[in-house]
């Protein structure tokens, strides 16, 4: 499943590529918590994403693969029971006059159920979870720094 | 069935739901569980307490007040709206989409309220209550609030419903006389999922559409009013062309579907183009509103 | 000896109601999650959620503080407490290795067991599952075998050193010059055969209790092969097959995709031992979507077919890549199982078909309703069509011609398989009569230019039933099977009550009112008052090593077996009465519950007597008869069987050919692709009926199960290699609001090879999926796209009204 977005923020392109390193940006984002580093030097995090049905927590473990001021590759990959998502995320920073244009595209894997009982709902629900991620903690970033 | 460890609450009066869907965390509505059941047995989501409204006679009422606006209790079962007089009556439309659905044991359990708040971009009832113009009147920690069908569905499985809010009713007002409408739709099978779906309704007055409603389903961020078609179709007298403006102001409109073991994206999007043309076909021959 | 030979036949052949059905009907069955077990635990596994991966590290400490927990099993002990499963094809794919939990380090498919927990309750057993962290690596993975066969391919079992778990070529006659002489040669690039199964109502439930005390393993669980499972499980084991008991009673449905129940049941068997208690493990639907068994896929490529230019079809020949997913299990012998059918209902004398069983990361299949049959003749029955269609044959002509006639039986196919008995024409006629067929073209006439098409189409199939083990030799010479039997058991109580007990296992075919039918005509009495088993026990040695309920067979090799152990406890009876009575045993007749001696009904004796005497008064007797009668009849069916002719690869496959004709009319939607069947007629044939009622029965499910699978029932992988209808939530099985009424008809061909003239019949060879396929193209009509897949859902409808596959048909000449 290929998704992506685009959304603009105050905060810099240098200040976006830390982002998915640095876990004390990540605990102020909502749907996140128990943000923590592990071994690996990854982040974990429990994500929940809300649904009519109940929150989906999912145990979430955040690689960054690659950053600099101009784009972020970071490996998602969350587990919950038996349901597994893996997500690829390509975020790129283009700055304007004032401000910054994030674009992301993410390849999303489902596995388990999940992939099948939730193949028509999975684009949205994964779409505005990764945008609603990304702007928090763009944002966070601002009041923080 | 195995359940994950939850608590179970069945509140006396919508007042306690309110209460609980406010103050516990992660606690949701159950209501007919058509959904919601099959998501806890296959261990989606990790609710921490379900409401059991579906027992509250405060929200299994239907009523049709002086001006013939039709109010259906949240919790009103497929089966009570197919089999309610007032309901085939005031709002046929709405009686034979919940006789349609899918089979007799769903049709028994399953609510109106459930489809309309899990809002599932296949589900029935979001696009022909939108084109009804239906009033969703919603009870939360800050009273109560009614909310316009346009702006209760905000996308996938995402309704304006707040924190601890609870809907509890949807008022369908009377459709203004000269209007029709019809509802289309292509499904697997008999009973199972959508593939395509499409509401029409047009507002005729002395044989000029004064005003439409064109909603199609089974789209991503359903239901989705195509408001080129519906613009297209305004000021066209009603046994004029409608096929044909319609027809050219869908290839307009930004409608993403998505594929699934059924069929694929680009099929979903034909299909309601197809819905949405015969829908304006049976509404040129006459069927019923 | 026929069963007249002691009775009349006042039950056998009647319609009588089910035995089965009261309790059934009365919520007083016992399937497998019903049995009161003490101090029971619950196995759940934890199953992949990767197509294939490497597993890195399996944690679950964090189950042990959880409350209810009992223990796992990991693959590290399966790996030292069992050998693999024993794997039926030769070098170089033996060297797969297939254990009850994921082996060699890595997954290779979409629910595959990796971690079985085990709780207090099943509630419990999820929880700590949910616990289980398994890290993966995921490797490359490949779902489509026509990919897997490419050379730098991801391999599903490194060890192997490609994904083809079997190849072989079948050649008999010489289609090479049939096809260089024939009139007409149609050319097929490709044809595709989809993935579905039966998806019984029940699951599959094991209980498994070890008994520490003997060390014995007692199974409980719709088994339906338990012999089979037993040699399976003892081998992995290294245990005494006589230490392994296996009970079921009732079960709902296998269809062949139950055979596989050795896989878990070996895992539950172990968490038994290991933690001291009963573990029953209860499948969910999407654990069966995923592992229960899947149906074969079949590519079918190259397909030629040569016809004169007066309509008569000389052969084909193809080459077949078999997608068996990702363990063979009971393959390949689906590369071996097709030739039952060679020839399909049709006189064809040249057939080559090179076939390769091909290993993907999907799940594994297992024989479902039709077996590896339907695959080959809905090529067969597609191609007859497609020739028909494109050399302007009338498809009712163009079959009629070619079917095997009915002065022709026995009749020996191209690979020296003998259809018994039939009238495939008389049954096409039948059908055409159920659909009104000339009505239907006038229906189809008047459609044009309203939207709809309409179409007509004919199925024309075999059950081969009552297989011969030995073509297993054809895939491997060194397998050491061949023939086939059955056991029966019928035994006189006490009281002279008669108890019955045979070997196939039930799953709902209402084998239990056709014993007691047969019975009762050969003990003069009532099916009401045999007395049947429900189910089966391993221990009640009624069972024999290919017992069980698979292949079209209980009509033959289960009533059989039951006639020959009946025939002993008659024999017994009358040398009991004789011996009382003053007659010769020759003299003794059965009636009305009394033995009594012919032409003179005042010497009887009731046998409440005959059981009396021998169960506690044998002072009452001879010696001779009191030493030789012990009121138990226990006796074998062997079906009469030689073994194949390996370099040839001819022989005799399998015992009966039921036949199904079905012919349907439908209409097509043009502008949706959309499919409604608006007649649907089917006619079978499987020899004598025992009890017509249930054969109507079974045709009526197997014909639902074909126009699901035909138009709903599709285990589709997406390229993930996640199974997108993991559940019923979108795996549309039709139900009655998608089905037109069926409308039946019959006829009788005796097969002069059976024991009463009864065939096998059930499986019903996946008419619907020939006939909806050959309506589809009627109604696309010539100016569209052929019709080349088995599923044929709406949007693939719509594709073929708007052409599109022209390029890869060819009529060369």
């Known amino acids: ?145 | ?289 | 000896m026929t069963m007249q030979d002691t009775a009349t036949s006042t039950w056998t052949g009647k319609t009588v109601p089910r035995k089965e059905d009261d309790r059934l009907l009365k919520a007083q069955g016992e399937f497998g999650d019903d049995t009161p077990i003490a101090h029971l635990g619950h196995v759940v596994f934890v199953r992949s959620p990767y197509a294939h991966a490497r597993i890195l590290d399996i944690d679950v400490s964090a189950a042990e503080s959880l409350p209810g927990y009992l223990g796992c099993l990991l693959p590290d002990e399966v790996d030292v407490l069992t050998d693999g499963f024993m794997e039926l094809q030769p070098a170089p794919a033996d060297a797969e290795v297939d254990k009850c939990l994921a082996a060699g380090g890595k997954v290779r498919f979409v629910g595959e067991p990796v971690v079985a927990v085990a709780g207090t309750s099943r509630q419990a057993a999820r929880d700590v599952a949910a616990t289980v962290v398994v890290d993966y690596e995921p490797l490359p993975h490949v779902v489509d075998a026509r990919r897997a066969v490419e050379p730098e391919a991801p391999q599903v079992h490194d060890e192997i050193g490609s994904n083809v778990a079997w190849d072989g070529v079948y050649d008999w006659g010489d289609i090479d010059a049939a096809l260089k002489s024939a009139d007409h040669v149609i050319e097929v690039d490709e044809l595709h055969f989809h993935r579905f199964s039966s998806t019984p109502l029940e699951c599959s439930v094991v209980t498994v209790s070890y008994d520490a005390g003997i060390d014995t393993f007692n199974l409980i669980g719709g088994c339906a092969m338990p012999q089979i499972t037993t040699l399976m499980m003892a081998a992995a084991m290294r245990h005494p097959a006589e230490k392994i008991r296996i009970v079921s009673k009732d079960f709902g449905g296998s269809f062949g995709v139950k055979i596989g129940m050795y896989v878990p049941a070996t895992a539950v068997a172990l968490l038994s031992r290991k933690l001291g208690r009963p573990m029953r493990w209860t499948e969910t639907r999407t654990e069966h979507h995923w592992m229960g068994g899947h149906g074969n896929e079949r590519w079918f490529h190259n397909v030629k077919m040569a016809v004169t230019s007066e309509g008569r079809v000389l052969g084909l020949s193809y080459d077949a890549l078999d997608d068996v997913g990702a363990y063979t299990r009971y393959e390949p012998l689906g590369a071996v199982i097709w030739t039952q059918v060679a020839n399909a209902c049709y006189q064809l004398q040249h057939l080559k078909v090179h076939y390769r069983s091909i290993y993907t990361n999907k799940g594994p299949v297992h024989p479902n309703r039709g077996y590896s049959r339907l695959q080959h003749m809905w090529l067969v029955e597609r191609m007859m069509d497609i020739a028909a269609h494109r050399l302007g044959f009338d498809p009712v002509q163009f079959r009629l011609q070619n079917y095997v006639q009915p002065e022709q039986y026995p009749y020996e196919t191209v690979n020296g398989c003998v259809y018994d008995s039939g009238n495939l024409p008389l049954s096409l006629e039948k059908a055409l009569d159920l659909i009104e067929y000339d009505d239907a073209r006038r229906l189809q006439r008047e459609s044009a230019g309203t939207g709809k098409r309409i179409g007509i189409g004919i199925g024309s199939t075999l059950d081969s039933g009552t297989n011969n083990f030995g073509q297993a030799r054809l895939i491997n010479q060194f397998l050491p099977f061949s023939g086939n039997t059955e056991g029966g058991l019928v035994r006189m109580g006490v009281d002279g009550s008669v108890y019955t007990v045979t070997g196939g296992v039930a799953f709902g075919q209402g084998h239990e009112t056709t014993v007691a039918q047969v019975v009762a005509d050969m003990l003069g009495l009532t099916p009401d008052e045999i007395i049947t088993h429900r189910g089966s026990d391993s221990a009640l040695s009624a069972q024999t090593g290919f017992s069980g309920s698979y292949a079209s067979q209980f009509a033959v090799t289960g009533i059989g077996a039951i006639l020959n152990a009946t025939r002993k406890l008659v024999r017994e009876i009358q040398l009991v009465a004789a011996s009382i009575l003053g007659a010769t045993p020759e003299e003794i007749v059965l009636e009305g519950g009394h033995a009594l001696v012919l032409g003179d009904p005042e010497r009887a004796l009731p046998f409440a007597a005959v059981a009396g005497i021998v169960h506690f008064s044998p002072a009452d007797l001879p010696a001779e008869v009191a030493d030789e009668v012990g009121l138990v009849g226990r006796a074998v069916y062997r079906a009469p069987f030689e073994i194949p002719d390996l370099e040839r690869k001819r022989g005799n496959l399998t015992l009966t050919y039921a036949s199904q004709i079905h012919a349907c009319v439908l209409e097509i939607d043009e502008e949706t692709g959309e499919v409604k069947i608006l007649r649907y007629g089917m006619v079978d044939d499987c020899g004598t009926p025992i009890n017509p009622m249930i054969i109507q029965g079974q045709v009526h499910g197997a014909t639902v199960h074909g126009i699901s699978a035909a138009l709903f029932e599709h285990f589709a992988y997406d390229d993930d290699g996640q199974l997108l209808a993991a559940n019923f939530y979108d795996y549309h099985a039709a139900t009655a609001l998608d089905l037109p009424s069926l409308r039946y008809d019959s006829v009788v061909s005796p097969s002069p090879f059976t024991p009463i003239g009864a065939k096998g019949m059930g499986e019903g060879g996946g008419a619907p999926l020939h006939a909806i396929a050959a309506a589809i193209q009627d109604a696309v009509g010539g100016d569209g796209g052929v019709v080349l897949e088995s599923f044929n859902p709406p949007e693939r409808i719509l594709g073929l009204l708007n052409g599109g596959t022209e390029s890869t048909v060819r009529v060369l000449r």
Not at chain 1, 10 to 25: C, F, G, K, M, V
Not at chain 2, 94 to 120: E, K, P, W
Not at chain 2, 145 to 151: F, G, L, M, Y
Not at chain 2, 213 to 222: I, M, P, Q, T, Y
Request: charged fraction near 20%; hydrophobic fraction near 45%.
């Open chain 2, 1 to 289: 069935m195995i359940l994950p460890p939850l608590r179970y609450l069945r509140p006396g009066s919508v007042g306690d739901a309110v209460h609980w869907l406010t103050h516990i965390d992660g606690a949701i509505v159950l209501a007919g569980g058509q959904t919601l059941v099959n998501a806890l047995k296959l261990d989606l989501v990790a609710p921490t307490a379900l409401v059991d409204i579906h027992r509250l006679d405060e929200l299994r009422s239907i009523a049709v007040s002086p001006d013939r606006t039709l109010t259906i209790g949240a919790a009103t079962t497929y089966a009570a709206l197919a089999a309610s007089t007032d309901v085939r009556l005031t709002a046929p439309s709405v009686a034979s989409m919940a006789a349609g659905l899918v089979d007799r044991q769903v049709r028994n359990r399953g609510t109106i309220g459930g489809n309309v708040c899990l809002n599932d971009p296949t589900n029935n009832f979001p696009p022909l209550l939108v084109a009804l113009g239906a009033r969703f009147t919603v009870l939360g920690p800050e009273g109560t609030r009614t909310i316009d069908a346009d702006d209760f569905f905000v996308g996938t499985m995402t309704t304006a419903l707040g924190n601890g809010e609870l809907l509890v009713s949807i008022e369908i007002p009377p459709l203004p006389r000269g209007a029709r409408l019809v509802h289309r739709h292509l499904q697997v099978g008999a009973d199972s999922w959508a593939m395509a779906r499409a509401v029409v309704r047009i507002d005729d007055d002395n044989g000029v559409v004064v005003a439409s409603r064109v909603v199609v389903g089974a789209v991503l961020g359903s239901p989705q009013r195509l408001r080129l078609v519906e613009r297209a179709l305004v000021g066209l007298p009603t046994g004029g062309d409608l096929d044909g403006a319609a027809a050219e102001a869908f290839d307009r409109e930004s409608i993403e579907t998505v594929g699934d073991v059924h069929c694929s994206a680009d099929y979903r999007r034909q299909m309601s183009k197809v819905q949405l043309r015969r829908a304006l076909r049976d509404l040129a021959k006459g069927t019923p509103s």
């Open chain 1, 1 to 145: 499943m290929k998704l992506s977005g685009t959304f603009t923020t105050q905060a810099s392109p240098a200040q976006l590529a830390r982002l998915s390193t640095e876990p004390r940006q990540l605990e102020q984002v909502t749907s996140l918590r128990d943000v923590a580093v592990d071994a690996h030097g990854h982040i974990r995090a429990i994500f929940t994403a809300a649904t009519p049905l109940g929150a989906i927590p999912l145990t979430t473990t955040i690689a960054t693969d690659r950053a600099d001021e101009s784009s972020s590759r970071v490996l998602v990959r969350g587990t919950r029971g038996q349901h597994r998502v893996d997500v690829t995320l390509e975020i790129s920073y283009q700055p304007t006059a004032t401000a910054t244009q994030v674009s992301w595209h993410a390849d999303v894997r489902l596995g388990g159920t999940g992939a099948s009982v939730a193949q028509r709902v999975a684009h949205d629900i994964a779409r505005n979870a990764i945008d609603g991620v990304l702007q928090q903690a763009a944002g966070q970033h601002l009041t923080l720094t």
